[in-house]
């Protein structure tokens, strides 16, 4: 797998420019809790979660942390991006 072709290498950027942010516990519980009924997209995900805080920058940070996995290897990130469990 080529890692500089796009559009992988951009959202790859992207998603670890929110390593480290802060994730508290109760929004990483409703992620993990949404994703026990499978594979979603964000948008899904966010209205399924009904979380207020930044989201996306919520599911990067969280997938550096390798607890979720963005489906980011065919298509830019964004509402439509799949997101899967660890």
Not at 18 to 40: N, T, Y
Not at 46 to 66: K, S
Request: one cysteine or more.
């Amino acid at each position: 797998m080529d890692l500089h072709r796009e559009p992988l290498f951009s959202n790859a950027r992207s998603i670890w420019s929110h390593a480290g942010r802060r994730v508290s516990l109760m929004e990483r519980l409703k992620i993990s809790v949404a994703l026990e009924d499978g594979p979603q997209s964000i948008i899904q995900l966010q209205d399924r979660t009904r979380l207020t805080c930044d989201f996306v920058g919520a599911l990067c940070a969280l997938a550096c942390e390798g607890l979720v996995r963005l489906d980011i290897y065919d298509t830019a990130l964004g509402p439509h991006t799949i997101v899967l469990g660890p």
